[in-house]
């Protein structure tokens, strides 16, 4: 393929890899989110050829439908001005085929759009290329405003949809949620903090628009988030009717653990007296209170501290989600929980079943695993970028990376 002479991918190329051995795709967007730190922190010019691959799907619309096997619904391939879920399976045509995820119909997932942007800030803040910010800010804008529609009730905050509609595809959640609504306002503060930048290519008029809608967006977002999910000492699961909706779940700060590893300060968004108690709830129930404290944090815990069976995804143990929420402990001054809490990974994954070249996506409290050579465990490169941080603020050196 021919790129324009400026193009970073002609002298980088493109960068794929699969999801896992099982999971035949391309760049699987959702859980690469988690991933992406390996690429941004060691190779940082093939993380921005990746999101170019990515940006260039967006626009596109594939006409062909297809039945996904979660519901029987039949949709398009692809939709205009979304993100994919993946650019392709090997046995297809990658990067021209693109969504071969049977499952869903992934157009309507709520954290693909969200996640492009939050990787677009990410990237900016840690490799500071304007011309990477001037070629992304105006998709940001465009998947920004499809899921605006997604805010049924004026609220502020998306609303999910009453199907697994984002990476735990087997995990339902209904109306506000905890792990949407923390990537929603995170996308939020992180698209006013992009188009507040100079020289970011947006016409002043539009930018002041975008602005506006945004910075009122994130106001109400943020006050609703508190109003219905914060329990006073967690946010709960979402707000469906069922008493799994009061399930303390593991990843419910995603978008602040994403924020977080930028060096900004989000507090305005996310509280950090209620960031430090979610925590430290979800240390005392999902980590010490699982597996006595030996296998990480376990996706989902009732409020009784029993382990939250309404999925099979609420009673694994998703090893890159663990080595995210530990990299937000240590964020968050919270040093020994957050390395006690991925200890119990490594301990695991590399002691005591051997898989440590071939770290699975999941690990279930019955001895079993699934998911093997999986992606989303690289998230465990945002440990030694919170680290590093850490170290820097107090006045020392960090591990160099």
Known sequence: MKYKPKD????????????????????TYDVHYYASFALAMLWP?????LQYDLADTIPYEDSNTRVHFFDGHRALRKVGDSVPHDLGDPWEDPYSKINSYPIHDVSEWRDLNL???L????DFTFIGDKQYLKDMLPLCLIVMKKSLAWDKDDDGLIE??????????????????A????????????????LKEPENGIPEAEKSSWLEVFEKM???GKNSFEEKLWTGEYYRFDKSTGSHANTIMSDQLCGHWFLSQCGVDDSFVFPESKVRMSLKTIYKNNVLGFCNGEMGAVNGVNVDGSIDTHSIQSEETWTGVTYALAATMISNGLIKEGFKTAEGIYR???EKIGMGFETPEALIHTKKYRGIGYMRPLSIWSMLNAWNRNKAQDGHHGVSS
């Open 45 to 49: 010019k093939l993380q921005l050829s």
């Open 179 to 194: 792990y949407c609504g923390s990537l929603w306002l995170a996308s939020l503060f992180s698209v006013i903090q992009m």
């Open 348 to 350: 695991t994954v590399y």
């Open 119 to 122: 990787q677009v800030f990410r």
């Open 115 to 117: 996640k492009f942007v």
């Open 8 to 27: 970073l991918r002609s002298e980088f190329g493109r960068f794929g890899y699969l999801e896992g051995h099982e999971y035949r795709m391309y760049n």
């Open 218 to 220: 994130l106001h109400k």
């Open 160 to 177: 999910n949809s009453g199907t697994a509609d984002q990476t735990y595809d087997s995990w339902i959640m209904t109306g506000p949620s």
